[in-house]
């Protein structure tokens, strides 16, 4: 019996380190998901607040407390518009998107996978065709960078443009690698899919040329 017995509590002996590992790798991979949701999170709350710049006269937009306002027929510049509405800089807000896109930039390991974590809004082919998925990641990385340089220019139709670049290159990674159902798009909001009514025209520019969407 001693001897039977003595093989069997080396291997539990050895077998209790290896399960700890896999426990704190799963809790690892687990919180690594919960980051970049939360900072896809954030980046649509400002990418939302965003689409301010590119409100029409006569488009109803929500202010920073909730309220429905609706853009008047006077001329004014965009960004000031924007600090009106939103109570803050829309230069803040799109400092903010570039740094959480280049901040999560490599938080899709492949342990972080369908196959791995259960509650992951990725589909399968971020990690199927991965360059592709990271030449998608980088167009919104690029046109994010391209909204800063363009509120720098005070120009109102350069400013709505790259805004909408920022929101058509989400919208075209999320549509190809993101889970989105049915009972979330009203929690998610129109930032997701980049279909901003404003932004069709820049829609069909992309059709025609897709790298114009990094300029």
Not at 60 to 83: F, H, L, M, P, R
Not at 137 to 161: G, P
Request: charged share 25%; net charge neutral.
């Amino acid at each position: 019996m001693v001897k039977i017995l003595k093989p069997l509590l080396i291997i539990f002996f050895c077998l209790v380190p290896f399960y700890q590992v896999l426990a704190e790798n799963k809790e690892e991979n687990v919180s690594i998901v919960e980051i970049r949701q939360q900072a896809m999170q954030a980046m649509w709350q400002r990418l939302d607040r965003l689409s301010t710049l590119i409100a029409r006269p006569g488009d109803i937009v929500a202010s920073s407390d909730g309220t429905s306002i609706v853009i008047g027929n006077k001329e004014t510049q965009t960004a000031d518009t924007y600090a009106l509405i939103q109570g803050r800089e829309a230069i803040q807000d799109a400092t903010e998107v570039a740094e959480l896109l280049k901040q999560v930039k490599d938080f899709w390991p492949a342990n972080t996978s369908t196959a791995h974590i259960k509650h992951t809004s990725a589909e399968t082919l971020v990690w199927l065709i991965p360059d592709a998925f990271k030449r998608y990641y980088m167009d919104a990385v690029i046109a994010s960078d391209n909204l800063k340089q363009s509120l720098a220019s005070e120009h109102n139709e350069t400013i709505r443009r790259s805004v909408c670049m920022v929101s058509l290159s989400c919208g075209k990674c999320h549509s190809a690698f993101r889970k989105v159902r049915y009972d979330n798009l009203r929690k998610e909001g129109r930032g997701w899919t980049g279909s901003y009514e404003n932004c069709w025209m820049y829609k069909n520019e992309i059709i025609l040329d897709s790298t114009s969407i990094r300029r």
